[in-house]
């Protein structure tokens, strides 16, 4: 192996010095497969994985003559893929014209069968990147190019032993990495699954390419293949210069207590993870009036950020009071649906139980106490629930026979339960056995039946003289689709795309000046290609998405002020530029929006939330409210997730 590696600096050296074309195709063609799969599972998308390919061995080129006598080339090339691909991906981002994945999970499906492997193959890289050199190094030796730990220790300069040991600890490490991002397994099924999968076969095209692209340095690539190659220059002198940065901090943290700048600065966004893992469920998020989200991923796992603004932990995590990253729930995958309401949340798992967290003051988290609750425990009893809602502190669920249960808060009749009475516990709404989904807005309820028939409880105008204490029908119509609330409003979409409204302020959208036509759904515009749509009950900002895919936010947040009808701006709809492949949506408040992706990455727009905690909105005295000042972005950007 020593002789290898030593045959690799020979090679690089032997081209820096005569510029031979030879030595540096050999070294293409040794490590070309290895560049390749690296850039091809983090981009999924073959053909910006040869592109990527091409900048790096451009870089390689480059840097010829620089690299150091103890360079483990293949280590080198790995790392430097990662970064050309982490640029990749953000230029394509900030452009929003990210290509579809599907041709490239179809791949992904022929290369195994392994279920496993397919949750490791997106966090593997970034996993990697959180090794130190040694391990990571290591690592690449051992499983991408399948070296015995004699050859390894060799690379690494040690023994055998040694060698062997570094890798079960970066193995232990790697382990750790993905429990915590929701992948249960073992150092055996990850080491075999790497060593099987890791390394594709490049197309023949990447290895001439290649060669050519770097024979001339990047002279006779393309302005998209340079850019790459230019942007991976540039992360890689950042790392460098970060390395350096914590060694000098480590001094002036022994120095000094004036350090929280020196922090900051060492806050390095690229290294963070940005994907949660994918499988197999349905993937939800939700908004709680509290500014908190909660986020189902497609593995069954629950992911949480934002604040408890009044104090109530509805996180669903111990001993956190607010996080603007994403936090896991918990180590179960077995989540299939979730439901936020102003400061608890419900959440199914796929052996039909249900489950809660929060604020409990009016037993809406079915345990039957009002205790509150940091993190989930079991709700009401039964393992045939299907669906949960909560808002306004009343809860909801629907059994997988169809029949609809209702506990909670009642003030309004919106329980459904034909009085004003709250329940302490589940009882049955009606007896119909076709309920298919219900939608909590606080002190308004809808539900839709199987048949497409839709139904309304609660109150229209939020006082007490317009209850409706049991669901009643609110048309005839028989094709309604989708549902969400706005300020003491609801919004529905039917099947052929047009969007209707009801409430007390369904005015403001329809524009008709007879608000005693307020209690009747009207149509919102005359556009028939709407699909669905999300946003939180008292809120005034609206997502919506059209058929085709594309997002439009219906922003009528100016109406939180008091003005003459004449001095508000026509409510208008604004595109928001998304990454396509989203598969899961909500809104909240006046001005936010969430976006899930196909690959788990959650986009968010408008306020930030998970900045401030309960003391930032009341003092000392429970009555002093305070309204703290918000940090606002108006482009969409990535959450991260922390470990």
Same mark, same amino acid.
């Given at each position: 192996?020593?002789?290898?590696?030593?045959?690799?600096?020979?090679?690089?050296?032997?081209y820096?010095?005569?510029?031979?074309?030879?030595?540096?195709?050999?070294?293409?063609?040794?490590?070309?497969?290895?560049?390749?799969s690296v850039?091809?599972?983090?981009?999924?998308?073959?053909?910006?994985?040869?592109?990527?390919?091409?900048?790096?061995?451009?870089?390689?080129?480059?840097?010829?003559?620089?690299?150091?006598?103890?360079?483990?080339?293949?280590?080198?090339?790995?790392?430097?893929?990662?970064?050309?691909?982490?640029?990749?991906?953000?230029?394509?981002?900030?452009?929003?014209?990210?290509?579809?994945?599907a041709?490239?999970?179809?791949?992904?499906?022929?290369?195994?069968?392994?279920?496993?492997?397919m949750?490791?193959?997106?966090?593997?890289?970034?996993?990697?990147?959180?090794?130190?050199?040694?391990?990571?190094?290591?690592?690449?030796?051992?499983?991408?190019?399948?070296?015995?730990?004699?050859?390894?220790?060799?690379?690494?300069?040690?023994? #055998?032993?040694?060698?062997?040991?570094?890798?079960?600890?970066?193995?232990?490490?790697?382990?750790?990495?993905?429990?915590?991002?929701?992948?249960?397994?073992?150092?055996?099924i990850?080491?075999?699954?790497?060593?099987?999968?890791?390394?594709?076969?490049?197309?023949?095209?990447?290895?001439?390419?290649?060669?050519?692209?770097a024979?001339?340095?990047?002279?006779?690539?393309?302005?998209?293949?340079?850019?790459?190659?230019?942007?991976?220059?540039?992360?890689?002198?950042?790392?460098?210069?970060?390395?350096?940065?914590?060694?000098?901090?480590?001094i002036?943290?022994?120095?000094?207590?004036?350090?929280?700048?020196?922090?900051?600065?060492?806050?390095?966004?690229?290294?963070?993870?940005?994907?949660l893992?994918?499988?197999?469920?349905?993937?939800?998020?939700?908004?709680?009036?509290s500014?908190?989200?909660v986020?189902?991923?497609?593995?069954?796992?629950?992911?949480?950020?934002?604040?408890?603004?009044?104090?109530?932990?509805?996180?669903?995590?111990?001993?956190? #009071?607010?996080?603007?990253?994403?936090?896991?729930?918990?180590?179960?995958?077995?989540?299939?649906?979730?439901?936020?309401?102003?400061?608890?949340?419900?959440?199914?798992?796929?052996?039909?139980?249900?489950?809660?967290?929060?604020?409990?003051?009016?037993?809406?988290?079915?345990?039957?106490?009002?205790?509150?609750?940091?993190?989930?425990?079991?709700?009401?009893?039964?393992?045939?629930?299907?669906?949960?809602?909560?808002?306004?502190?009343?809860?909801?669920?629907i059994?997988?026979?169809?029949?609809?249960?209702?506990?909670?808060?009642?003030?309004?009749?919106n329980?459904?339960?034909?009085?004003?009475?709250?329940?302490?516990?589940?009882?049955?709404?009606?007896?119909?056995?076709?309920?298919?989904?219900?939608?909590?807005?606080?002190?308004?309820?809808?539900?839709?039946?199987?048949?497409?028939?839709?139904?309304?409880?609660?109150?229209?105008?939020?006082?007490?003289?317009?209850?409706?204490i049991?669901?009643?029908?609110?048309?005839?119509?028989?094709?309604?689709?989708d549902?969400?609330?706005?300020?003491?409003?609801?919004?529905a979409?039917?099947?052929?795309?047009?969007?209707?409204?009801?409430?007390?302020?369904?005015?403001?959208?329809?524009?008709?000046?007879?608000?005693?036509?307020?209690?009747?759904?009207?149509?919102?515009?005359?556009d028939?290609?709407?699909?669905s749509?999300?946003?939180?009950?008292?809120?005034?900002?609206?997502?919506?998405?059209?058929?085709?895919?594309?997002?439009?936010?219906?922003?009528?947040?100016?109406?939180?002020t008091?003005?003459?009808?004449?001095?508000?701006?026509?409510?208008?709809?604004?595109k928001?530029?998304?990454?396509?492949?989203?598969?899961?949506?909500?809104?909240?408040?006046?001005?936010?929006?969430?976006?899930?992706?196909?690959?788990?990455?959650?986009?968010?727009?408008?306020?930030?939330?998970?900045?401030?905690?309960?003391?930032?909105?009341?003092?000392?005295?429970?009555?002093?409210?305070?309204?703290?000042?918000i940090?606002?972005?108006?482009?969409?950007?990535?959450?991260?997730i922390?470990?």
């Amino acid at each position: 192996m020593g002789e290898i590696m030593n045959d690799d600096l020979t090679l690089l050296r032997e081209y820096a010095r005569g510029n031979s074309e030879e030595a540096f195709a050999t070294l293409v063609s040794r490590y070309v497969n290895l560049v390749y799969s690296v850039a091809l599972r983090q981009v999924r998308d073959p053909q910006l994985a040869e592109e990527i390919t091409q900048a790096v061995f451009i870089i390689l080129a480059r840097k010829a003559g620089s690299l150091g006598d103890k360079t483990i080339l293949a280590g080198w090339l790995c790392r430097t893929a990662r970064y050309a691909s982490a640029n990749a991906l953000t230029i394509q981002r900030r452009r929003q014209r990210r290509e579809q994945e599907a041709s490239m999970q179809n791949i992904l499906n022929e290369l195994t069968a392994d279920d496993t492997w397919m949750q490791i193959a997106p966090l593997l890289d970034a996993a990697m990147g959180k090794l130190g050199q040694k391990d990571h190094d290591a690592l690449v030796l051992r499983f991408f190019q399948n070296k015995n730990f004699a050859e390894v220790g060799a690379a690494l300069g040690a023994s #055998e032993g040694a060698a062997k040991t570094r890798v079960h600890r970066a193995l232990e490490k790697l382990h750790r990495f993905l429990s915590k991002h929701g992948i249960s397994s073992t150092t055996a099924i990850i080491s075999g699954g790497i060593s099987t999968n890791s390394i594709q076969v490049a197309p023949i095209s990447v290895l001439q390419s290649a060669t050519a692209a770097a024979f001339t340095k990047g002279a006779a690539s393309s302005a998209s293949t340079l850019t790459l190659a230019k942007g991976a220059l540039k992360l890689m002198a950042w790392t460098k210069a970060k390395t350096t940065a914590i060694t000098g901090a480590v001094i002036i943290l022994a120095t000094t207590s004036t350090v929280t700048s020196t922090i900051y600065f060492l806050h390095f966004h690229f290294l963070q993870t940005h994907r949660l893992p994918t499988g197999k469920v349905t993937p939800m998020v939700a908004y709680g009036y509290s500014h908190f989200g909660v986020v189902l991923a497609s593995n069954g796992s629950l992911w949480s950020w934002g604040e408890n603004r009044f104090g109530w932990p509805t996180l669903g995590i111990s001993n956190l #009071e607010e996080s603007t990253s994403l936090r896991r729930i918990g180590s179960e995958t077995n989540w299939v649906d979730i439901a936020a309401g102003d400061a608890d949340c419900l959440a199914v798992k796929s052996d039909g139980t249900l489950w809660g967290w929060g604020e409990n003051l009016n037993y809406q988290l079915g345990d039957g106490t009002k205790i509150t609750r940091p993190t989930p425990v079991p709700s009401i009893p039964g393992n045939d629930w299907k669906q949960a809602a909560t808002g306004g502190s009343a809860s909801f669920a629907i059994k997988n026979d169809g029949t609809l249960w209702a506990w909670g808060n009642n003030w309004a009749g919106n329980l459904g339960t034909g009085d004003t009475k709250d329940r302490t516990n589940a009882v049955q709404i009606g007896t119909s056995t076709n309920w298919e989904k219900i939608w909590a807005g606080g002190i308004q309820t809808v539900g839709l039946q199987n048949d497409g028939s839709l139904w309304f409880w609660g109150t229209f105008t939020g006082d007490a003289t317009s209850k409706t204490i049991v669901p009643t029908r609110i048309s005839p119509d028989t094709n309604w689709v989708d549902v969400c609330f706005g300020y003491f409003t609801v919004f529905a979409i039917k099947s052929e795309g047009t969007l209707w409204t009801w409430g007390r302020e369904a005015n403001f959208y329809t524009g008709v000046a007879d608000t005693n036509l307020n209690t009747k759904p009207m149509q919102v515009g005359t556009d028939t290609d709407w699909q669905s749509c999300s946003s939180a009950a008292g809120g005034f900002y609206h997502l919506l998405q059209e058929k085709d895919g594309s997002f439009w936010a219906l922003d009528a947040s100016e109406h939180r002020t008091i003005k003459p009808a004449s001095a508000y701006e026509p409510i208008i709809l604004k595109k928001i530029n998304l990454p396509e492949g989203v598969v899961a949506f909500t809104a909240g408040g006046d001005n936010l929006g969430v976006a899930l992706t196909r690959d788990g990455e959650v986009w968010t727009w408008g306020n930030v939330i998970g900045d401030h905690s309960a003391s930032d909105y009341f003092g000392p005295n429970p009555r002093e409210v305070k309204q703290p000042k918000i940090k606002v972005r108006n482009e969409p950007w990535l959450l991260s997730i922390s470990d």
